[in-house]
């Protein structure tokens, strides 16, 4: 069985474009996290929600805006999509408390044109 | 603000040969360390990880770690290494005023020649 799933693995689109990328865990964990692996392979938090409630927002573009509708899951909605935005984004859960592993998904590869 | 350098962007080694991967972090507080695996297009798994107490860390896939606090760093080593490791391999850090968030290095890509 999947622990983190995330739809879709790929995703291209064009500039200005909505889109959304779907996270969920079934591994019983309280929190979730959201990833962005640059060109470069720089992996960098950008988001992480517990329980539903957001506990850390990086210095992330509003257009960027996460949605935890329960603890099992959390999405990524982009609005008017930029060239730089094209990255890896990676979901990831983790019991809460400290020192937790933080499991991640497969990957969403997005690709802005 | 925390941060967490792996110094070498790519390593080779040959099949068989031993293989230590460096990471150094600096951080405020007692941290706890990471080491993840991520072949191409795949995502990251770990390979082990240290929160407390004994220094030296057994992972899967027969890797290994050492914590050490004076020197801030936390190497990943395996004494023989299988042409399946090829791989890029992250080394992340948290500490307990950070909460859950990691702080990842860049990277190290290992090639693996036969």
């Known amino acids: 069985d999947t622990a983190v799933s995330q739809t879709p693995k790929y995703l291209v689109t064009q500039m200005g474009n909505d889109k959304s990328i779907k996270c969920e865990q079934n591994?019983?964990?309280?929190?979730m996290y959201w990833y962005k692996q640059d060109s470069k392979k720089f992996l960098k938090i950008m988001f992480s929600?517990?329980?539903?409630?957001?506990?850390i927002n990086e210095t992330v573009p509003n257009r960027f805006s996460p949605k935890s509708p329960d603890k099992a899951h959390l999405n990524l909605h982009i609005n008017s999509l930029e060239l730089g935005d094209s990255a890896v984004y990676f979901c990831?859960?983790?019991?809460?408390?400290?020192?937790?592993?933080?499991?991640f998904g497969p990957g969403t590869r997005l690709l802005v044109l | 603000a925390q941060s967490v350098t792996q110094p070498d962007i790519h390593i080779t080694v040959s099949e068989g040969a031993s293989l230590e991967l460096r990471c150094n972090y600096s951080?405020?507080?007692?941290?706890?360390l990471f080491w993840y695996v991520q072949s191409p297009g795949q995502g990251l798994q770990l390979l082990l990880k240290?929160?407390?107490?004994?220094?030296l860390v057994q992972g899967i896939k027969g890797f290994e770690a050492e914590f050490k606090r004076s020197q801030s760093s936390f190497n990943l080593r395996k004494p023989s290494v299988h042409w399946s490791d090829a791989a890029e391999y992250f080394c992340?850090?948290?500490?307990?005023?950070?909460?859950?968030?990691?702080?990842f290095g860049a990277g190290t890509i290992l090639r693996v020649k036969s």
């Open positions: 990831a859960s983790s019991q809460t408390g400290w020192g937790e592993t933080q499991y």
């Open positions: 591994l019983g964990h309280d929190t």
């Open positions: 929600y517990n329980n539903k409630e957001l506990i």
């Open positions: 951080y405020g507080a007692t941290p706890y």
């Open positions: 240290y929160f407390s107490g004994d220094t």
């Open positions: 992340a850090v948290g500490a307990l005023e950070y909460g859950n968030k990691l702080v």
